[in-house]
């Protein structure tokens, strides 16, 4: 399974093409994409919407507890071992998740570099 991150998401529904973007459109209905429920809205309600009827395709999984909570912060001290600070602790969650469940993940978020380098976190390089 490929996670695509919000990073991908927003772009994509923003028609931004990147590399991702464009792996993303080329590859839909080819690999299984899915997303985590740690998921940012859109300013206008009727986007909102728009978007939630698109994200409803792919499969969800929920992320949250105690024990995803615990080895995200491991993996945070593991990366500052390194010499290395994640911005954002949604990126630890996520890369988290994908490392615990085997998926790897589509972004364009460099501190997902970091799981990549220090943890092993597979990325989807279009």
């Not at 290395?84 to 615990?100: G, Y």
């Amino acid at each position: 399974m490929i996670i695509v991150d919000s990073t991908v998401w927003i772009d994509y529904f923003r028609g931004v093409q990147n590399v991702q973007t464009e792996y993303f459109d080329h590859q839909l209905g080819q690999q299984p994409f899915g997303l985590t429920d740690l998921l940012q809205g859109t300013d206008e309600e009727d986007s909102f919407a728009q978007v939630l009827r698109e994200l409803r395709r792919f499969e969800l999984f929920e992320t949250g507890g105690a024990g995803i909570a615990i080895e995200a912060s491991r993996n945070s001290r593991r990366l500052r071992q390194h010499g290395h600070s994640v911005r954002k602790t949604i990126d630890c969650l996520i890369a988290t998740f994908c490392l615990l469940h085997g998926h790897s993940l589509l972004h364009r978020d460099r501190d997902f570099d970091l799981f990549e380098q220090v943890l092993g976190l597979a990325i989807v390089h279009p």
